[in-house]
């Protein structure tokens, strides 16, 4: 397995337009992660699954947002409605099991970069 | 509230010229701090995990401590592809990970 995958890598699209990204966790990690990244700052946190289950959503996680990890494997990120405010980076991330050694740390996939026009 | 804030915004060093990265930590109950590498485009690099105050880890030219309060990163003899932004983050009781905005660091030859 060589980490987080997550598909496109790059995403132009259109105000009003709804747009969808993949990420692939590495296999062994039943945590996954999403966070938003602008220019010059750090990622910030949008929401957390633990296998399929979605424990955690930011409050910038607006209802234009969705998220789902399907029989707790891949994730989809879903924007609706598209607004020239969404362009950024979207980063998936993926952690193991607690119980295990290194449990709280976190990989990050590539990101796939998304511009709104 | 949770808070990770880093210091300077923006570093230049000489090649070979030994500095330190600042990340100052405000979160309950802390349970882990993360440093990370990124590159321009790409998703951050996990470099390291600290648990407690007092440890410290090691990986080529990198350095990382931590107290109750801060973490540094310091960077021995620095070349050129040790240019990109460090980002330092830290995790208390809740499970996803606060961001401070980056360390902009530049080696010039």
């Known amino acids: 397995d060589t980490g987080v995958s997550q598909n496109p890598r790059h995403k132009i699209t259109k105000r009003g337009q709804n747009v969808t990204f993949r990420c692939d966790p590495i296999s062994e990690h039943n945590r996954l992660y999403w966070y938003r990244q602008t220019l010059g700052q750090g990622p910030e946190f949008l929401t957390y699954?633990?296998?399929?289950?979605?424990?955690?959503k930011s409050r910038l996680l607006s209802d234009r947002f969705s998220a789902e990890r399907p029989k707790g494997s891949f994730s989809t990120l879903e924007i609706q409605r598209t607004e020239q405010g969404d362009s950024a980076m979207y980063l998936c991330?993926?952690?193991?099991?607690?119980?295990?050694?290194?449990?709280?740390?976190?990989?990050f996939g590539p990101g796939t970069r998304l511009t709104v026009l | 509230e949770d808070q990770v804030t880093q210091s300077p915004e923006a570093l230049r060093l000489q090649e070979g010229e030994s500095s330190s990265l600042n990340c100052s930590y405000t979160v309950s109950g802390l349970r882990g701090l993360f440093w990370y590498r990124q590159d321009p485009g790409k998703g951050p690099e996990f470099l390291f995990t600290l648990y407690s105050a007092g440890e410290e880890k090691e990986k080529e030219r990198l350095k990382a401590t931590l107290t109750k309060k801060e973490s540094f990163l310091h960077i021995t003899a620095p070349k050129p592809e040790d240019s990109a932004t460090y980002l330092c983050?830290?995790?208390?009781?809740?499970?996803?990970?606060?961001f401070g905005s980056g360390t902009r660091l530049s080696i010039r030859p």
């Open positions: 991330a993926s952690s193991p099991p607690m119980a295990g050694t290194g449990g709280d740390t976190q990989y």
């Open positions: 699954f633990q296998n399929e289950a979605q424990l955690e």
């Open positions: 983050a830290a995790r208390g009781r809740a499970s996803k990970i606060i």
